[in-house]
């Protein structure tokens, strides 16, 4: 059968994504019912089934090119209970035909009817690294095309799906997912993140069992609560019974990550028959997307990869494609100013005089950029009042933003501006001129958290609006960089304006006009940088992060919570996209007490930032500022951008911890290292380096603290790798750090 989709359509959300060496990815029909596709160190493979459908053949290791994979047979129905249809692991599932997993796919027809049974139509290459493939209801006019993209050095495969109604009447998407993931029986555990406010990324690790373990969103955006990554681990130890770990540095890892900043769901599924499925999209709760007819609905992208170097390979491998295909500027995005952020010393009050004063103080650190943070607009002087009236605060800037900027720009740095453009209060002028503009269901209750509401990104008026007067600000002041804030979840999430049965499409439409308004502004404004924050970590993921540089990790800053907030955050995303600021001691949240340096030390395991009240800083602070400053400036993009190793967690109440990266070049290691408490006189474990050449010799660097007994100045790395060094950390809240450089 001939299709007349526009297959162009499956593209549109992944356009960023460049190949580097297409060479290495290979897109095989093998035969004209088995699709292969190698990358990396690993190979998927697909086939249609004698029934048609298309199957999951293999996920794993890379196999060799002369390896020929089975056809597909779907699996035999498991007595009268399971049928073959719900039991064969499907690529992508309608819900139809006896389905008892979870469906890729469910739909109500016009008529009533709710049976979808996906068929292969054809399979179209797409260039060298993609893969399209045509499915279609085995009766009705509706087609799913299947949008495959292997990245050649990392193995990572991107999928989407795109929805088509050719039907002659409306049909209803109760259930869109991005694409299907599934693993043959055997011991897995899952690891996945989750937290709250100022609790962010906590990394959760369980054996899978039968049933369903579901993490989501359904607030409308992606969420403190659970973050779209997930990681299978493959119980290596031969065990049948008894305890499932997960491995940091060993065993098979299958992983992925939703590029999707509204509701989502991932499920992962052990089946009656011991499969393990991944299912993941547009979260199905309150979901019921109306697609006209000759309308079609473009998924998210789902990536799923594969290593065989535990979950530490995995993240080093999801780091390596972030950079490299996502970020903006991609290949090769640059390691982020080191930025000073006025919010914990001043909060609200904020004006000419003393953003000057804290930004000579700044400059004086060695900082790259000078960021204002809340309150520099309209009638805001706490967080009641003002969201919604982008125009300078007449009071606190008698001139405009321009004295402090170029101010700024005098000491050397650029500037950069808080704004949180998707929300008003309702004690805005905003507001009380456009009271529809807000999500909410007509006659009912609009829930305030933070004293505000949700702007219906939705509806046209309000996204020309809010690019408006973004283009506005960005074109009347020389701001390098925007702070995009996102304070609250959505309530009563209606939108009157169009017709109840077209409603729900909120879910999609919001998302979509925030992506465009990100991508039209930074188009308009190519030397702008855009940080993601939520209330901190609230909407990290890999849909956003196709348009923003960084992202706020946790509004807590404490530096020993820190520990285990950026250790959790590191396995789904690169430390080169974590802003980690320096504030004061003792800190708000827990009123611990910490030196500069383990503050310092703290932060710069991620992209530094420095945010305490430098007014009370002493001329000590400062030099040791200045100091640790310039060692990051000068150690960063390894930092950033290297191969991470987490050689001691922070989790479970670990007395230490520290962490490695090593250049991908192997030149350069940096090693930082913390005590929570050190107890019965027990010192630093012995540190074992990881990723250096063995043959290489390498030079020590003392950053902070010192090594016990006798340790060489230089070493092979084999030396550093396996004779190891023992810290001299000893006490409280105590760290070190140090670096390795190659000498030949
Ligand atoms: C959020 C952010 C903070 C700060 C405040 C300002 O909570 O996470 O860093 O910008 O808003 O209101």
Known sequence: MKSH????????????????????TTIAAQTSQVFRLDGGKSTYAFGVNERGEL???YWGGRLLTQDKIPRALSLKEWASFDSSYSNTPQEYSGWGAGLFTEPALKVTFADGNRDLVLHFVNATPNGAQSLEILLKDISREVYVTLCYSMDSETGILARSASIENREKQAIL???????????????????????????????????????????????GSTGHQANPWFAISRDSSQKVVGPITADEEHGEVWFGALAWSGSWRISVEQTQLDWVRVTGGFNPFDFGYKLNSGEHLE??????????HGLGGASRLLHRFELAHVL???????????LYNSWEATEFNVDEAGQMALAEKAASIGVDRFVMDDGWFGQRKNDHAGLGDWYVNPRKFPHGLKPLIDKVHALGMDFGLWVEPEMVNPDSDLYRKHPDWVLNFPGRPRSEQRNQLVLNLARSDVRDYVEGFLDKLLTENDIAFLKWDYNRNWSEPGWDQVPPDEQRRVYVEYIRNLYTILADLRKKHPKIEIESCSGGGGRVDLGILRFADEVWTSDNTDPFDRLTIQDGFTYAYTPQIMMAWVTDSPHWLNGRTTSLTYRMLSSMQGSLGIGANLNHWTAEDFATAKGLTAA????QPTIVRGNLYRLISPRNNSPFSSTETVSR???????????HSTQEGRGFPLLQLQGLNPDAEYKLTWIAGKAEGETPNTASGAWWMNHGLQLDLRGDFQAAAFRLDRQR
């Open 5 to 24: 989709l526009d297959l162009r359509a499956c593209f549109v959300g992944f356009t960023t994504l460049v190949f580097a060496c297409l060479s290495a």
């Open 55 to 57: 199957q999951t053949l």
């Open 173 to 219: 998407l109760e259930q869109v997912a991005a694409a299907q993931w599934a693993l043959p029986p055997s011991r897995y555990s899952l690891s996945y993140l989750t937290g709250r406010w100022a609790g962010e990324w906590t990394l959760n690790q369980e054996p899978i069992h039968p049933g369903a373990r579901v993490i989501e969103s359904r607030r």
């Open 299 to 308: 998924t998210p992208v789902f990536y799923g990869g594969y290593s065989n």
């Open 328 to 338: 903006p500027h991609a290949p090769d995005p640059k390691p982020r100013p080191v």
């Open 632 to 635: 990051y400036h000068a150690m």
């Open 665 to 675: 070049d192997e030149n350069q290691a940096v090693v930082f290292a913390f005590t």
